[in-house]
């Protein structure tokens, strides 16, 4: 299976929050649409950036609650970690993994296309097993 795949049974909306909007409001929308990264995006609509719930835990257990007031843009990641809408899911389970990242922005090109999340790959993958359990089963008991 390859993300493309994965991705036809999400919903297409991609929650984003200007680079100007403060860390208040970034944890509003978060909690708002219960989800756990949103897109920093600039006047003209550009990716600058994510900011996830870890990148704010983090801030503020090493800086404080005035991290509240600041800019997303000064909390964002910059240097995004992504995959195309080709990649493989092993390949992306494998990546998240290894860098210990829970949401990948995935990409046709260089275009924003969605975003997976790390339980979207562990509910894929529970479903595999199911089904390879379903499938044993079926061929034991009919040989």
Do not use: F
């Amino acid at each position: 299976m390859v993300v493309s795949q994965l991705l036809s049974g999400k919903s297409k909306e991609l929650y984003s929050v200007y680079a100007e909007d403060e860390i208040n409001e970034v944890i509003q929308t978060l909690a708002g649409e219960k989800i756990g990264l949103v897109v920093v995006t600039t006047n003209l609509n550009e990716i600058s950036g994510v900011v996830s719930e870890r990148d704010i835990v983090r801030a503020l257990a090493n800086t404080g609650p005035e991290i509240l007031e600041w800019p997303a843009k000064r909390l964002m990641s910059r240097d995004l970690i992504t995959c195309q809408m080709e990649t493989a899911i092993g390949e992306v389970m494998h990546k998240m993994t290894e860098l210990r990242i829970r949401h990948l922005p995935v990409l046709s090109g260089k275009k924003l296309i969605g975003i997976i999340s790390i339980g979207d790959v562990l509910k894929n993958r529970l479903q595999e097993l199911e089904n390879e359990g379903a499938m044993l089963r079926e061929y034991i008991l009919n040989g």
